[in-house]
């Protein structure tokens, strides 16, 4: 079983960076597929960046694209998510989760963080 805790979250103004972090515990890390959620108010909570176990593959949704990098240091069993260029809508909660299967595949992520709230001003 994986555990995770999310840190690096805050307030930075448009164009700013941020670099989220996401510590897990657990034997198992090194064998899962890591993902970034994030979910608005009033909205789902969305994939935005995944990671193969390896770090071998990667996803991100289209609106992040050239702008996030998701990484992952197995040897210090954390997954990274660096945002570049934020803008005022990429404001919301950011969840670290993990799964066993493939990194687009949302329902396979079981195992969540408790959020990091991410706020971009204008």
């Known amino acids: 079983q994986v555990q995770l805790l999310e840190s690096g979250g805050g307030l930075v103004q448009a164009g700013g960076s941020l670099r989220l972090s996401c510590a897990a515990s657990g034997r198992t890390f090194s064998s899962s597929t890591m993902g970034w959620f994030r979910q608005a108010p009033g909205s789902e909570r969305d994939l935005v960046a995944a990671?193969?176990?390896?770090?071998?593959?990667?996803y991100y949704t289209d609106s992040v694209k050239g702008r996030f990098t998701i990484s992952r240091d197995n040897t210090k069993n954390t997954v990274y998510l660096q945002m570049n260029s934020l803008k005022p809508e990429d404001t919301a909660v950011y969840y670290c989760?993990?799964?066993?299967?493939?990194?687009?595949?949302?329902?396979?992520?079981?195992?969540w963080g408790q959020g990091t709230q991410v706020t971009v001003s204008s």
């Open positions: 990671i193969s176990y390896s770090g071998g593959n990667t």
């Open positions: 989760a993990a799964s066993i299967y493939y990194l687009t595949w949302t329902k396979g992520y079981d195992i």
